[in-house]
């Protein structure tokens, strides 16, 4: 093949979840309602944290952080989705597909790389308490904030890059409802298998998997083994519970991570109603969890809820 681009697609058509007209009405609903809940459920994390100064912690900031990319990553995808299901028509220009599938995979990797950087914090806070404050002062907490969020645009810039290296010429029907990294390239021209097998090394499971989890891993490790050794049944309470959410949204981030990459054994049905576990489902659980059993968000929640005739609580 030529060095010349021989890319011919203009567009791509996004086949969605389903062709029958009655059941894509009901997805919209269903999916819009899912979208507004998101967006509020993060976006009262966000108030909350900023608005109470007993939450400006660095566990707070990052949550924050994450609630951000919770609403950028639903905003990126779900909107185009629910068009596509009210005028019945997938179509997608090949630049706006390219964007999508770039700002889709930039997220998920910056969130993978915050929920290392959660799971280092909440290490420093039990294992090292003394000397948390100095070790996760102001500007530390701006560094991995920010490093998780260029290094996720980075990696991300890899595979799009390397995926455009291939001309579209031929089919430009996907099987999807959004524009994913994986489903795109398998409409590319050429052989794919041995750069979609290099992408997925060097560019997604050794600095976005492999890192993040042996991070989570070792610093949960640590954390048991401290949490252990403490005489006090109180405390270990605590030290446990101010972990739990953290530990459950990366389980639930890892289990889903694990059916990201298709494999041959696979429908593309499969894949999309794996998609929207983590699409749809993951960014609105995630405040849930957050938010289900943290005492401290409940009660800046009461202070800013207007109590008529009555002193406010705390």
Known sequence: ?????????????????????????????????????????????????????????????????????????????????????LSGNGAISFTRCIIQMYIVLSLGATECLLLGVMAYDRYLAICHPLGYATAMGRWRQMHLASASWVGGFFFAMINVVCTLRFPFCGPNHLNHFFCELPVVMKLACGDIQVTEAILFVVAVLIPLLLIPLSVI??????????????????????????????????????????????????????DKQTAVFYVVITPLLNPIIYTLRNKEIHKAAAKMLPRKGLKEKY
């Open 1 to 85: 093949m030529g060095p010349e681009n021989l890319t011919s697609v203009t567009e791509f058509i996004l086949m969605g979840l389903t062709s029958h007209r009655k059941t894509q009405m009901v997805l919209f609903f269903i999916i819009l309602l899912i979208y507004l809940l998101t967006l509020a459920g993060n976006l009262v994390i966000i108030i909350l944290v900023q608005a109470n100064s007993s939450l400006h912690t660095p566990m707070y900031f990052f949550l924050t952080h994450l609630s951000g990319l919770e609403i950028c990553y639903v905003t990126s995808t779900l909107p185009q989705m629910l068009a596509h299901l």
């Open 217 to 270: 891993l070792t610093s949960y490790g640590l954390i048991l083994s401290s949490v252990l050794r403490m005489q006090s049944a109180s405390v270990r309470h605590k030290a446990f519970s101010t972990c739990a959410s953290h530990l459950t949204v990366v389980t639930m981030f890892y289990v889903i991570s694990l059916y990201m990459k298709p494999r041959s054994d696979t429908t593309p049905d499969s």
